[in-house]
């Protein structure tokens, strides 16, 4: 329908339409053009391979040739696309072979350079709390134990296999003061910070004071 054409060629995402036997496009829509600095005129002259330069043709064929027997509806791969300037972005690709006459591949295209920031600024976060020489440890609401990292492991001796599940009152010795457990939890449940000393007691028996936030 006409409404469904304006919403593909005004979507964020690129979309591409492109002939099935010699790959060159046919339509792409504004986000496709304003990307890669290409006129809709000079994509009809080029083909995916012109825009995805870690694709050779014969692995661009492996690509595709389930959609072409049948195989599957759609194959979805992460490559980069090329500008006009060669400047280089990240994408995931969906691609589907539309049965019209004659057929043609339809390649929905998202830009994942945010995501892949993201997800890179979230391996180094995770890799800051494993390595910290503090004991971290993350609980869910119930206060039950979802992960540990290995300065709790080498403090308290416990595994993590031994620990997860639990509730960090496994470290209890007894003689943490009451009023230190009754204001812990009256701040955390206003959603405030508390910080204190806990008496603990490791997998062995032994107590140590630890200074917790």
Known sequence: TLRFSRMLEHSL?????FDSETLRFIEANLAAQSNLKYSMQELRSMTPLDIEPQLTPDAFAELIKPLRSGQVPKVVFTTMHQRRDRSTYPVEVHLQLMDEEPPVF??????IDERLRMESESRKLALVVEQSPESIVITNLQAEIEYVNEAFVRATGYSREEVIGQQPSILQSGNTPPETYRSMWDLLSKGQTWQ???HNKDKHGREYIEHAI
Request: charged residues 30%; aromatic residues 8%.
């Open 13 to 17: 995402n690129e979309v591409y339409i």
């Open 196 to 198: 204190g000393e806990l």
């Open 106 to 111: 339809v390649a929905i295209i998202r830009d």
